[in-house]
């Protein structure tokens, strides 16, 4: 079994970044693809990030290409989120999860969720 905890959430200003951290603990995830996702009040799950197990791609959203990056170091069983730019429709629960089946920009396509962290931009 694997755990994802996520870390690194907290308030901020327009135009301030944040880097979130995604630890995996119980299993090394060499052979696994990750994705960020959030969620804000009210609204649905959404596709934020996502990196290949070789670290070869990486994919964004729409809204977050250009000042978003997600990234994982070989060997190292953490996925990294770097915001920056943040602005104030970025406000959401973050979340990462592991990547096992279908179209990387679904969230039924990851099972083992962390638990979330929040982020908070305010103007």
């Known amino acids: 079994q694997v755990r994802m905890i996520e870390s690194g959430g907290g308030s901020v200003q327009v135009g301030g970044s944040l880097r979130l951290s995604c630890a995996a603990v119980g299993r090394s995830i060499d052979n696994y693809s990750t994705g960020w996702f959030r969620q804000a009040p009210g609204k649905e799950r959404e596709f934020v990030a996502h990196?290949?197990?070789?670290?070869?791609?990486?994919y964004y959203a729409d809204s977050v290409m250009g000042r978003f990056t997600i990234s994982r170091a070989s060997g190292d069983n953490t996925v990294y989120l770097h915001m920056n730019d943040l602005k104030p429709e970025d406000t959401a629960v973050y979340y990462c999860?592991?990547?096992?089946?279908?179209?990387?920009?679904?969230?039924?396509?990851?099972?083992?969720w962390g638990q979330g962290t929040r982020v908070t931009v305010s103007s």
């Open positions: 990196i290949t197990w070789n670290r070869v791609g990486t």
């Open positions: 999860a592991l990547h096992y089946m279908g179209t990387y920009s679904l969230a039924e396509s990851y099972s083992y």
